[in-house]
């Protein structure tokens, strides 16, 4: 067992690997499932698959060969023949590394203090029998690094380590499914994100433009509070009717009637609503006398998407978003509103104007969904089976795609999708990026139509193509072009998207 972690560390040049990666590391080459690894060890399958899935990409790049859950055994069998031959091992060490023995059994763990509430290995394991080697630190800072080794148990990410064919990859469209292992975790927002849901009243507002991959990340934020047993009632503006916008009366009638049959409750709207109030107070007295009285007493997630749908019904935003507002500071003084946690997702900031106190978007948390990195691209590429990604000659490649699609996540897996299935090479791809003959010309046609039906558009669009440098755009104009995705905004000041969208507007624009 130690040969396998020596041999594993060495390989990561010298890192030492953390406790729940041993365990997965030692449990794979016994041939354990991920299925087994997570009855035993009380560990959620997809943390237990997540684990995996880094190991083998982190051992794929050091040793520039694909490494899978898989191929495992003959991969480091053949790395200890080199090793080896070279003179790096000892026949003795080969021979303890080849012929291991089991976990040790009946391993019992205990505090120096049985009085202390130290966490401890067994704790962290519960029925598992893990050697002491797993923990080389001394009890003193046991539980400080515990609790960094299983940081990482609140991602949401859920990925494979198998390697599959091309033809069991879909054509990228829409959120990315739960199951899938072509999701790259963001770590520090999605922990974020799963932290805060925890507290009573929160309120976090995810913003990014289109296809950047909002609605996957909303989506494992309620895959994680539905394990928490919270309620989650789920709410797309998309699906409402132009009509229900005629009036902020008929808006908020038409939302209290939503989350009603969302919470599976029989509608009593007209009990609760006295237009002598006005809406407002009536849709607030609806929740707290009655919505919020009939569920259980465990939290519920109002999950509001595509919300630059309200936006663009400023007789409606001006009123509804400092709802929101007052809704989340009522849990500071109400218990009954802290069962209540929003999450509010938009492509745009508002250009609604509201003074300071009244907006929903100066307290609880922001969370900007950035493109992917170097590294992410590259952790991608080895997701879809882009073997020659692995070598630092690969890297180098995906570097002048990341430098023409700006890592935007759509666009990158568009490209990962046509080189897994050997389509195209990507020298060819970049070439044709931005012509008809190209692989992104539906996209951008369908960008294309979009600025076509707003013509007042074009000239904001050409002065920002036409500049290397972030150019100051009237406030409507920087919200319609951010919300179709075509630029990227800091304040009124935009620049384009990526250098794909530079390229084929610039070709557009100038007929």
């Known amino acids: 067992m130690e040969d396998l972690l020596q041999t594993v560390e060495r390989i990561l040049q010298d890192k030492p690997l953390a406790s729940i990666q041993s365990y997965v590391l030692y449990q794979s080459w016994l041939g354990k499932t991920y299925d087994e690894m ?11 698959k997540e684990i995996g899935s880094q190991l083998w990409q982190d051992l794929s790049v050091a040793l520039r060969k694909r490494v899978t859950k898989k191929n495992l055994h003959i991969v480091l ?8 031959s070279c003179g790096k091992l000892t026949t003795n060490n080969q021979q303890s590394f080849l012929s291991h023995s089991p976990l040790p059994t009946n391993i019992c763990w205990k505090s120096e203090n049985s009085s202390s509430q130290k966490i401890s290995p ?17 009890q003193t800072n046991q539980e400080n690094q515990i609790q960094q080794n299983f940081k990482r ?9 198998d390697v599959f064919s091309a033809s069991e990859i879909d054509y990228p469209s829409g959120p990315v499914p739960l199951d899938s292992p072509l999701y790259i975790n963001r770590p520090a927002l999605e922990e974020l994100i799963c932290k805060e849901i925890l507290h009573p009243g929160c309120l976090i507002r995810i913003k990014a433009p289109k296809k950047m991959g909002k609605s996957s990340l909303l989506n494992r934020m309620i895959a994680y509070a539905k394990e928490q047993n919270y309620q989650v009632i789920y709410l797309d503006f998309q699906e409402a009717d132009e009509e229900v916008f005629a009036s902020l009366d008929k808006f908020l009638r038409w939302f209290c009637i939503y989350i009603t049959k969302q919470l599976n409750l029989i509608s009593c709207l007209d009990d609760f609503w006295d237009t002598e109030m006005g809406s407002k107070v009536s849709c607030k007295i609806y929740f707290e006398a009655y919505l919020l009285q009939q569920i259980s007493s465990n939290p519920v997630i109002l999950a509001l998407n595509e919300v630059q749908r309200v936006f663009e019904h400023p007789n409606i935003a001006q009123d509804f978003l400092p709802m929101l507002r007052f809704w989340h500071e009522q849990a500071k003084q109400d218990c009954i509103w802290q069962k209540l946690r929003m999450v509010v997702v938009h492509t745009t900031e508002i250009y609604v104007p509201l003074k300071l106190n009244q907006s929903p978007f100066n307290v609880g948390i922001t969370i900007t969904l950035p493109p992917f990195t170097p590294k992410q691209v590259q952790d991608l590429a080895l997701r879809y089976g882009v073997e020659w990604a692995v070598s630092p000659e ?5 570097e002048s795609l990341q430098a023409m699609v700006g890592g935007h996540p759509y666009l990158v897996s568009l490209a990962l999708y046509h080189l897994s299935r050997q389509e195209i090479t990507l020298e060819m791809l970049l070439e044709t990026a931005s012509t008809p003959m190209g692989i992104y010309t539906q996209h951008l046609r369908e960008l294309l139509n979009l600025l076509q039906k707003e013509p007042e558009l074009m000239p904001a669009m050409q002065q920002v193509i036409a500049s290397n440098e972030k150019v100051e755009l009237d406030a409507i104009a920087a919200y319609k072009l951010e919300s179709m ?10 620049c384009v998207m990526c250098e794909l969208y530079r390229l084929y507007f610039s070709q557009q624009l100038a007929k």
């Open 394 to 398: 690969g890297e180098k490649r995906l």
């Open 38 to 48: 997570s009855k035993t060890s009380g560990y959620a399958n997809h943390y237990i």
């Open 485 to 494: 995705g075509l630029v990227q905004l800091n304040g009124n000041q935009a």
């Open 153 to 161: 148990q609140y991602s949401l990410e859920m990925v494979f380590s």
């Open 122 to 138: 067994q704790h962290c394991f519960p029925n598992v029998e893990i050697p002491p080697s797993f923990f080389s630190l001394g």
């Open 77 to 84: 069998r053949k790395h200890l023949q080199e090793s080896s």
